[in-house]
């Protein structure tokens, strides 16, 4: 049976209880509240998201729930065949949905990218597999749908055959248009510009997400962070 203790004893943490809610194990420590979890991310992912926190940190950026390192300074722990992470918990108030809210919340956010700047990652490969996708998809898409409206008995079932068929010529023309605007040379610069601006997004940026503490706002559930490109 697993005993958080083998896991925790890898951290520099005073332990002080242990208490287990759902999937989560509460940590109570003299200082502050920590949260034990397994997790299905890979090591290379956990790695991602703890530079990316550090990058944030470095830019001056404090407010989010960090990912605590091992004594060895691994933000993760292997126990057999699972993966844990111990997270520094931050548990503040929910916001109240108002407009002065609102605004703090924008200029908080916008904070969060700021601090995003002089990331060093190369985009160039990862984008143009972006848009060879996008452009496959399309025309896959409009491929398929030719393909059904020449042989509608194709759909065995008839129910979705018809209707299919009622809009049929809709979807072709939807299809076919968006096929030829992402083939243009406009649509790859515009986009190649948008994706200039190299930035972490949360991945999951809702107002449960962000909370109230200790008089400033912070950022919570920080597993999903990502990249703009």
Do not use: W
């Not at 994706?195 to 912070?218: A, S, Y």
Request: proline fraction near 2%.
């Amino acid at each position: 049976m697993f005993h958080p203790n083998v896991v925790l004893e890898k951290y520099s943490v005073d332990v002080k209880s242990i208490k287990k809610i759902d999937k989560e194990i509460l940590i109570k420590t003299k200082n502050r509240e920590l949260s034990l979890k397994k997790i299905k991310l890979i090591p290379s992912e956990i790695i991602f998201i703890y530079s990316a926190q550090r990058h944030l940190i470095e830019n001056k950026f404090y407010y989010f729930e960090k990912l605590m390192v091992t004594k060895d300074g691994s933000p993760y722990v292997k126990f057999k065949k699972d993966t844990y992470i111990l997270i520094r918990k931050i548990e503040g108030k929910k916001l109240l949905l108002e407009n002065n809210t609102i605004i703090k919340c924008i200029d908080f956010v916008n904070s969060f990218h700021a601090a995003s700047s002089n990331l060093n990652a190369e985009m160039g490969t990862k984008y143009k597999a972006k848009y060879g996708v996008d452009v496959i998809r399309a025309r896959n898409i409009l491929s398929v749908l030719c393909k059904i409206k020449e042989n509608p008995e194709t759909i065995k079932n008839s129910n979705i055959s018809e209707k299919l068929m009622k809009y049929i010529d809709r979807q072709i023309l939807y299809a076919q248009t968006a096929y030829d605007i992402i083939k243009q040379p406009e649509y790859i610069n515009i986009s190649q510009h948008a994706m200039l601006e190299k930035r972490f997004i949360h991945g999951k940026l809702e107002f449960d997400n962000i909370v109230e503490f200790d008089n400033r706002l912070f950022l919570k559930n920080m597993l999903d962070v990502n990249m703009n490109i």
